[in-house]
């Protein structure tokens, strides 16, 4: 999601396109938008690098937010409330250092685009 040129449009999308008793998994990566949250991940280097220099210029590119791998799981729970998502839950899987998975259910809230 983060990659997207419109990411709250592609969210807000998927929300209208399931029934009220629907369910999206989402796979994204884990990290925090907060720097120094960041601090203890060994992966935070690579995943901000990878982020510098694809995640981030290509939707800029393209006229979008340019969120980048690292928009953190906060900005994640924000997208997904923004489009309309009325439960959203975050789990860590343990075979996963890297990911988070947010399983949001649309209930019958309207997204706010």
Known sequence: VHDQKDPLGLLDTVRSSLNQDG???????????DLEKNIDNPFAPL??????????PIPIGQGGPGL?????????????????FAEVETH?????????????????????R
């Open 23 to 33: 369910v999206f998994l989402m796979q994204d990566i884990g990290g925090s938008r």
């Open 47 to 56: 995943l901000f690098t990878i982020s510098s220099m694809h995640c981030t």
């Open 68 to 84: 980048g791998a690292m928009w953190g799981v906060e900005t994640a729970q924000e997208y997904l409330a923004a489009a309309g």
């Open 92 to 112: 860590r899987l343990p075979h996963d250092p890297i990911n988070a998975y947010y399983v949001a259910y649309p209930g019958s809230g309207e997204g706010l």
